[in-house]
């Protein structure tokens, strides 16, 4: 499985932007696509997940109904739909994914879960 990031760049404060994960390979609709993000100094940091089948939606605490994550399973792809952004959500932001069957309302939410990641886009947020 690969996947790309891509979608990022310089964003003024109270915008939006909209982040892809494209991923190959087949048995997409199985996994779960997570997003992660780390902006410089800080750790990586939890953003979304998106599980597969009926594909429930995990959010981290700080996006507060800002951002929505999506996918198409025909197109092979993940959304992050990013509204109202600040500047503290500068970040690169990349996509994971992880082929761990989780039962339940449980999910994957730390990087050592996933067994594949992108390369990262950079999201700027000016103010």
């Known amino acids: 499985v690969q996947l790309q990031a891509s979608g990022g760049g310089l964003v003024q404060a109270g915008g939006p932007r909209r982040l892809s994960c494209s991923a190959s390979?087949?048995?997409?609709?199985?996994?779960?696509v997570a997003w992660f993000r780390q902006a410089p100094g800080k750790a990586r940091e939890f953003v979304s997940a998106?599980?597969?089948?009926?594909?429930?939606?995990y959010y981290g605490d700080f996006v507060k109904g800002r951002f929505t994550i999506s996918r198409d399973n025909d197109k092979k792809i993940v959304y992050l739909q990013m509204n109202s952004l600040q500047p503290e959500d500068t970040a690169v932001y990349s996509c994971?994914?992880?082929?761990?069957?989780?039962?339940?309302?449980?999910?994957?939410?730390?990087?050592?879960?996933?067994?594949?990641w992108g390369q990262g886009t950079q999201v700027t947020v000016s103010s």
């Open positions: 994971a994914l992880d082929r761990t069957y989780y039962s339940g309302l449980d999910y994957p939410k730390v990087a050592a879960d996933f067994d594949y």
């Open positions: 998106i599980k597969y089948g009926i594909g429930t939606t």
């Open positions: 390979g087949r048995a997409f609709i199985s996994y779960t």
